[in-house]
Structure formats: structure tokens, C-alpha cells
């Protein structure tokens, strides 16, 4: 039978544009943040971080902004390279349920970098 | 050098038959952690290991169970799989979860096949 699968948001950029990838995150107690890149069949990768106290972040090729007002996080890939195609997932810590920190991932954007 | 290691990387199993999913992690990380990844989906959280204690996430289904026999290792057994519960199972490590700048590491996953 047809098999059904939700369809990730996807980014398609040229080789050497510069890709922003968008979050919007639910919980306003999170107060620390991570982008992770998921390359198919793999675990996901960590590629940046930020806690809540900070509102940018860079690291190589990479800027994490997070705008808390709205509950917005932003990943920018710098002169994106084929090697950067994957599922990109921004990730939330907040307190749940007592001392417990719980990581919690947002939708993934496909990212597809055109040679 | 792999830290966060995932055996099988490949498992199939029958309609009801009993399936052990494996974790190993050198990096001798307090918590441990299981995800279930179905495609095109965010990683969703079914229970963590802090040592010894063990949290389950309020919806997850009997079905998956856990052991940590001691700090390097980690099992998810799923006493009768269906078929909605093929899907990429994802361990992760964490230094400690109390702080809330610690990244979780994840090992490459364990495709499950139900058939």
C-alpha cells in the first residue's frame, strides 16, 4: 500500500549563498538551545549552541540568533557548501517536571545545496 | 573514535517478536537517553537514565522497556513490536543533567524494520 509521511520544510540554496534556517519554539522556561544537523541515516550532530542569557552566538560558518520576545531561533550557514545538505533540527532544554531537563527537538528543515 | 555507539546499525524483526536494541558510550556520561525517529519526523523522547534512576516519558507506550546494567551500557526492548513502531531509535549520552549547557552526544541509530 502508499505509504504516508509528513513532509519536512526544505531550504534549497545555491553552493556559496548563505542559508538561514528558521525555529519557533513553544516553552518560554527553555533556556538553553541547540542546532543539531541530520544527515540521512545518522544520529544527529551538534553544530551550535546558545543559552538564554545571550542573543547571538558564531561559530565557524555558523551564527545562531535567538530572539526571545517572539520565540523565534535562526541557524546562518555561511557560503553553504553541498557537504552542509542534511535535516537541520533545532533543539530546546528546559526544566520538566521537577530537576529534570528535557531536550526537545522542533521540526527539521531539509536543506538541499545545489552545486 | 566513535563515543556513542548503536548496535545493530540494522535490525529487522517479525510482527510481535521480542527485540533488543543495544547503546554502548565511552565517554562515561551520567545520563543516557532513547529517542524514537520515525522519517521525516523530530526525534521524540521515550525515557533517560540518570544513572541508576530511571525516567519514563508520560507517553510512552509499555511496550518499550529499559536496562542500564551499569554506566557504559543501555537496552531498549520492545516486548511486541507492531508495525508502527519501525523507526530509527536514537541513544544519546549526557555529562550531567543537571546542567543545563550540556549537549547530548547521539550514536548513528538503529534502523528497526518490523515485518
Known amino acids: 500500500g502508499e505509504s504516508v509521511g509528513l513532509h519536512l520544510p526544505t531550504l534549497s540554496v545555491q553552493e556559496g549563498d548563505n542559508s538561514i534556517i528558521n525555529c519557533a519554539y513553544s516553552n518560554s522556561a527553555s533556556d538553553y538551545f541547540i542546532w543539531y544537523k541530520q544527515e540521512s541515516g545518522k544520529g544527529p550532530q551538534f553544530i551550535i549552541d546558545?543559552?538564554?542569557?545571550?542573543d547571538k552566538r558564531q561559530g565557524q560558518r555558523v551564527t545562531v540568533l535567538l530572539n526571545k520576545t517572539v520565540k523565534h531561533l535562526s541557524l546562518q550557514i555561511a557560503a553553504t557548501q553541498p557537504g552542509d545538505s542534511a535535516v537541520y533540527f533545532c533543539a530546546e532544554k528546559g526544566l520538566s517536571g521537577g530537576s529534570n531537563y528535557k531536550l526537545t527537538f522542533g521540526k527539521g528543515t531539509l536543506l538541499t545545496v545545489n552545486p | 573514535d566513535a563515543m556513542v555507539i548503536q548496535n545493530p546499525r540494522y535490525q529487522v524483526t517479525q510482527f510481535g517478536k521480542p527485540v533488543t536494541l543495544s547503546c554502548s558510550q565511552t565517554?562515561?556520561?551520567?545520563?543516557m537517553y532513547w529517542y524514537q525517529q520515525k522519517s521525516s519526523q523530530a526525534p521524540k523522547l521515550l525515557f533517560h537514565y540518570y544513572d541508576k534512576d530511571f525516567n519514563n516519558e508520560a507517553d510512552t507506550p509499555d511496550n518499550f522497556q529499559s536496562r542500564r546494567p551499569n554506566t557504559s551500557f543501555c537496552f531498549l526492548d520492545i516486548r511486541s513490536p507492531g508495525l508502527g513502531d519501525a523507526a530509527m531509535y536514537l541513544c544519546a549520552t549526557q555529562g550531567d543533567r543537571g546542567a543545563t549547557n550540556e549537549k547530548l552526544f547521539f550514536g548513528s541509530g538503529t534502523q528497526l524494520s518490523v515485518l
Open positions: 565517554l562515561n556520561h551520567n545520563v
Open positions: 546558545i543559552r538564554s542569557n545571550m
